[in-house]
């Protein structure tokens, strides 16, 4: 199993982002995914989860309305697409799945699968 994560980079607040992840080794069609972001010295945080049939969705509230998750089973594959970014969005970002099928808090602890992260850096 692995998963490998691309798209990050630097833009400016304001700007856009739209990271992507494969999932390979396993299909992904009958798993929750989720997308976690985490900075030097603080705890990896939940950003974005969604259902595995695509149809529930979660956000921290505070990327709601900025940030969408999305995935496409047939190509393995979850995105995360980042608007109006702003500098707290700087960290690497992290795209993860569980070894259960479904999760239930949507916290990082749940998932076991995790890619290599990507850092996105958002200047002012």
């Known amino acids: 199993v692995q998963l490998v994560e691309s798209g990050g980079g630097s833009v400016q607040a304001g700007g856009s982002v739209r990271l992507s992840c494969v999932f390979s080794?396993?299909?992904?069609?009958?798993?929750?995914m989720g997308w976690f972001r985490q900075v030097p010295g603080k705890a990896r945080e939940t950003v974005a989860a969604?259902?595995?049939?695509?149809?529930?969705?979660y956000y921290k509230d505070s990327v709601k309305g900025r940030f969408t998750i999305s995935r496409d089973n047939a190509k393995n594959m979850v995105y995360l697409q980042m608007n109006s970014l702003k500098p707290e969005d700087t960290a690497v970002y992290y795209c993860?799945?569980?070894?259960?099928?479904?999760?239930?808090?949507?916290?990082?602890?749940?998932?076991?699968?995790w890619g290599q992260g990507t850092q996105v850096t958002v200047s002012s």
């Open positions: 969604i259902s595995w049939t695509g149809d529930s969705t």
């Open positions: 993860a799945a569980p070894t259960f099928p479904v999760v239930a808090d949507r916290e990082p602890s749940e998932f076991d699968y």
């Open positions: 080794g396993r299909s992904i069609s009958s798993y929750d």
